[in-house]
């Protein structure tokens, strides 16, 4: 019974706040109250839930839900509702059969008469794995039920994305393969088995057919597996790899299986570091402040229970508890670990990172001592699983030293543990002249490897022709690279015929413009109109170019010619871009919901125009970065009468005010429906679609932004001109050769680069280009045009060097600030932390 | 002269009537007096805005017929929640939920140390609660029904109604502090 000695339990704390105690029991807890702060604090804290409960604000009824209950009503549908209360379900054991079958009957014929609805899935698939919670080194059996999208096959291929609990590199090479062959049975089911390797602790799958041209991706979000432990819960080293698995796109899953973690194994320090270590990463204000308290608390805890302890595991203890104490900024404690830490496993992966950390706080102040401090590291213990980080940090700083053997020496190094990015290290090279002609050949292996599909680099969501095109498009930059380096090394002929060939497809406004540029400076004007009409067309820097690019160009057009020129270049673009494009219907009935709680279709809302969609999260670091840009173009592309639709949270009250703060005016909807969602295969932020004016989409699962101005650009003039097309493709057609290089392997592409040595050498090359040197008259126009794009913040500043486009570096350049490397060797280093979290 | 209710009263009983009969103005003035109710309710017990928009459609498309047993038995309003109340309950049993439907979404950040409960906080933890848990803390705590009614609704006995809502207010409090 109740005693007011003790405190009352929740349960009577709970009855009480209802009033729901009788007189003595009431009297009893009254008097305990009176007393006792805690109790007090629950009672209030029930009774504040309630109150907050019921005054949550309801979702608005849609406005269109009333005409469609009446039409349906109208058509004479109706609904059988349960009128009778439920019958009371007594414990199993004292109900009899009668009263079972009774229930039952009960149950469905109360149950509500659903009538059929317009499904939208018609295209989904289902994949079942058996055990669904496998033991280490399992056998599995996989049944896969296919959508419409892979009809018709015998057997398809299960491939998977494989992360190990020991470590694999943090650069993610060679880890998709084909693991089982599913083979159709008589009832449709495509069935197959395969081992989990002893070391896989968390896989991630996709079914595609036998060439890899139609992939089931489970709407881009995979199918996943976790490897379980003896007491049935997922392996924590399994959510460890999830969360990193995630992080690459799908930052929000990431925070959840990191909270997750953390709710499994909460006396595992490394559950909580690795949770603080996303949360530091995606909140702002309180939020942040929060995390950190409890980060530090937590730190606290483990703290004072591993003092007490005489010996630690290195890897999941000591290490980890070093880092936090770190990360959470608690200088002491830090010091104190650090301390044990190199007394005690110096040589570790922790250890050596400490170590690292010591020298590379000197770089700063003295590079070179730095690089030979990492040189006499590399030398006593090997860099360890850490390697691909710390080659890179070494290598960026011998880069900013400009020390030829240094740069040589390291590069050799870092690529022997990261050779995809043999363009970034090529390009780095080629910055120095005394490297440049190896950077050169660096570039050239580099575009010839981009010429294969290789299927251990395919993503498991990307088809072959996928993954050709986008390697089609890197190969490009890669050129656009090389050019840069043809031309730094005053080899203009080869320069300018490469960069040519870079811009020959696909549509890069910026590269357009250093051609242009080029020519000009070459005194070619004629040869500058074209790639100039075309960087004149695109949208946004056609915009900050205006009347000046026609002027640069001297008396050759007058306003009405630069005009037509244009707007050929305009209808290249259209091709151009449109090459690329996809067309896939969207479902008829995709509802959204307005800010003001209105239910409309994706249809009225897009009008018919071409529609930009953007999926962003303000607590996803990359989607955050992304904002001002979105804002930017989102902007400029309702200025020019586009529809834009951006999805993000709720709007609850702080979101709004937050929105306000921010100053963020994206026109925002709500998906409750998760229609827009699933008609997209919507996943992760920031994630950008293009829909025509149709309602089809035509550009998808975009992660940046920076194309869709063009392809927006080129669905609009697809809309209006599409009489005219044959007309319009101007003087040069579109050059194909990159993607013939790709479907007729090395071979092709090698003739490519050997076309620009054979420019070089003289042979061949720009023999055509008039070399009118120092027209002052043009030399003076010229140089508004390249001061007012530099200003321009949307576009690209104009580049001796072409952006190299995305690297796969894993840092990020570091060339001439060292005063950054410790926070980003950090960074990269806790990253590598959370890829191989120990078992 | 009829009071204000008295008057209510007659004009449901007409309308009851009506939609009995079929008349879709007669259902559509049903709609436009109980939708935002039955809506509210399905929304605080689903926790989904979709399933939330079946449970009105079904309701209003099953009154022409139900109306007929309803038989002027107390408030119609009250009346009809209850229906809509069963029509969700049976819902859960005969459906096997879908979580990713919740209204909030579940990568809602803990937006924690504005005020003492925080709204979004709160949402998602009710998203959170098992449905059975769910079930009596909104019909008890939202709606305010007694535990006898709330346990007739559901089939239990006023008993395990009391328990479950001690264990819902037991695990808010957990995945809020």
């Known amino acids: 019974m109740l005693r007011t000695v003790l405190h009352p ?241 799908q930052w929000e899953q990431a925070q959840e299986n990191a909270r997750q973690a953390a709710a499994l194994y909460p006396d595992r320090v490394d559950a909580w570091f690795n949770l603080f270590f996303i949360e530091r990463r995606s909140f702002t204000g309180p939020a942040a402040d929060s995390a950190l308290a409890r980060a530090r608390a937590r730190l606290a805890e483990f703290d004072r229970a591993y003092r007490a302890r005489a010996s630690l595991d290195v890897e999941s203890e000591l290490g980890i508890v070093t880092r936090f104490a770190d990360e959470v900024g608690d200088t002491a404690r830090y010091r104190y670990w650090r301390a044990r830490l190199l007394r005690t496993a110096p040589n570790t992966l922790w250890g050596v990172q400490e170590r690292f950390y010591d020298i590379a706080r000197v770089a700063e102040r003295d590079p070179r001592a730095a690089l030979a401090g990492f040189d006499s590291l590399w030398s006593q213990v090997g860099l360890g699983r850490g390697a691909v980080v710390y080659l890179s940090v070494a290598l960026s700083l011998a880069e900013s030293t400009g020390d030829a053997e240094e740069i040589r020496r390291w590069a050799g190094r870092y690529l022997r543990y990261a050779p995809e990015d043999e363009a970034g290290v090529g390009a780095a090279l080629a910055r120095h002249p005394a490297l440049r002609e190896e950077g050169m050949e660096r570039l050239r292996a580099r575009i010839r490897a981009l010429a294969r599909v290789d299927d251990a680099l395919r993503p498991l969501e990307r088809t072959v022709t996928e993954e050709r095109r986008a390697r089609a498009e890197e190969a490009q930059r890669v050129l656009a690279e090389l050019g840069a380096a043809l031309l730094a090394a005053g080899r203009r002929g ?176 709500a998906d409750p429906w998760k229609e827009l969602e699933q008609a997209l295969d919507q996943t992760g932020t920031p994630n950008y679609f293009v829909l025509d004016g149709a309602g089809n989409l035509r550009f998808g699962t975009l992660r940046e932004l920076t194309a869709v101005p063009a392809q927006m650009a080129a669905l609009a003039e697809a809309g209006g001109a599409s009489a005219s097309r044959r007309e319009s493709v101007p003087d040069r057609r579109p050059a194909e050769h990159l993607e013939g290089a790709a479907r007729g392997g090395p071979r092709e592409a090698g003739r490519g680069i050997e076309v620009e040595r054979g420019a070089a050498d003289g042979a061949l090359g720009v023999g055509a280009v008039e070399h009118h040197a120092g027209d002052q008259q043009r030399a003076a126009l010229h140089q508004p045009l390249l001061v007012r794009a530099a200003i321009d913040g949307d576009v690209p500043a104009p580049v001796r060097q072409p952006d190299p486009g995305v690297r796969k570096h894993p840092l990020p350049p570091l060339r001439r600030d060292p005063a950054l490397l410790v926070e980003r060797v950090r960074e990269q280093l806790l990253l590598l932390h959370l890829s191989s979290v120990s078992g | ?174 995945l809020l502090s």
């Open chain 1, 494 to 669: 080869a320069a300018l015929d490469t960069l040519e060939r870079a811009t020959r497809t696909g549509w890069d406004a910026a590269l357009f413009r250093l051609v242009a540029e080029l020519r000009l400076q070459g005194g070619d004007t004629a040869g500058a109109a074209v790639p100039l009409a075309l960087a004149a067309a695109d949208p946004l820097l056609g915009a900050t170019l205006g009347d000046s690019a026609r002027l640069v160009l001297g008396s050759r057009f007058d306003a009405a010619a630069w005009r037509a020129r244009v707007e050929g270049a305009r209808r290249e673009m259209r091709e151009r871009v449109l090459a690329h494009a996809t067309r896939r219907r969207l479902p008829a009935r995709v509802r959204l919901r307005t800010a003001d709680g209105r239910t409309v279709t994706l249809r009225e809302i897009s009008g018919g125009r071409p529609t930009f969609v953007a999926f962003w999260y303000r607590y996803c670091p990359p989607s955050r970065e992304q904002i001002p840009q979105l804002q930017r173009i989102a902007a400029a592309l309702q200025r020019e009468g586009y529809t834009v639709i951006t999805l993000t949270e709720p709007l609850t009250p702080e979101f709004r005010r937050y929105l306000g703060e921010q100053r963020i005016t994206l026109p925002i909807y």
């Open chain 1, 9 to 249: 339990g929740f349960r009577h704390l709970s009855l009480y706040a209802d009033g729901d105690l009788d007189a003595p029991a009431r009297r009893r807890v009254d008097a305990h109250l009176e007393r006792c702060a805690r109790c007090r604090a629950t009672v209030v804290r029930v009774r504040l839930i309630d109150a907050e409960a019921r005054a949550l604000p309801a979702a608005p009824l849609p406005a269109d839900l009333r005409a469609r209950v009446l039409t349906r009503h109208g058509a004479g549908e109706t609904v059988i509702l349960p009128l009778a209360d439920s019958p009371v379900r007594e414990p199993a054991r004292r109900r009899g059969w009668i009263a079972a079958a009774a229930a039952v009957v009960l149950a469905l014929v109360g149950a509500p008469l659903v009538l059929p609805r317009a499904e939208l899935e018609a295209n989904r698939s289902d994949l079942v794995f058996s055990p669904a919670a496998p033991r280490l080194g399992a056998t599995v059996q996989v049944a896969y039920r296919g959508g419409a999208l892979l009809a018709g096959e015998e057997r398809l291929r299960l491939r998977a994305r494989y992360l190990a609990h020991d470590g694999l590199p943090v650069n993610g090479l060679g880890r998709q393969a084909v693991v089982a062959e599913l083979v159709r049975g008589r009832d449709g089911v495509f069935r197959g088995a395969f081992q989990l390797p002893d070391s896989v602790v968390y896989a991630a799958f996709a079914v595609e057919d036998g060439a890899g041209a139609r992939v089931d991706s489970n709407g881009r979000k995979l199918w996943e597996l976790l490897a379980h432990g003896p007491d049935g819960r997922p392996r924590f080293e399994a959510l460890a790899q999830r969360q990193f698995d995630h992080m690459d796109g």
């Open chain 2, 1 to 174: 002269m009829p009071t204000v209710s008295e008057q209510q009263q007659i004009r449901d009983a007409e309308l009851v009537e009506r939609a009995s009969a079929g008349s879709a103005d007669a259902l559509g003035a049903l709609y436009d007096r109980y939708a935002a109710g039955v809506h509210r309710l399905a929304c605080s017990l689903l926790r989904s805005a979709a399933e939330a928009e079946d449970v009105v459609q079904d309701v209003f498309l099953g009154l022409p017929r139900a109306l007929r047993s309803y038989a002027n038995r107390g408030p119609l309003e009250a009346w009809i929640q209850r229906v809509a109340a069963r029509t969700v309950l049976m819902r859960m049993r005969v459906h096997r939920r879908r979580r990713e439907d919740a209204l909030v979404a579940d990568a809602a950040p803990p937006a924690r140390g504005e005020s003492p409960v925080d709204r979004v906080a709160l949402e998602r933890a009710l998203a959170a609660l098992p449905d059975a848990l769910r079930v009596v803390f909104v019909l008890k705590v939202v709606e305010g029904y007694s535990h006898d009614e709330v346990a007739a609704l559901v089939g239990i006995t006023p008993e395990t109604s009391r328990v479950r809502l001690f264990r819902a207010r037991k695990a808010l409090q957990d």
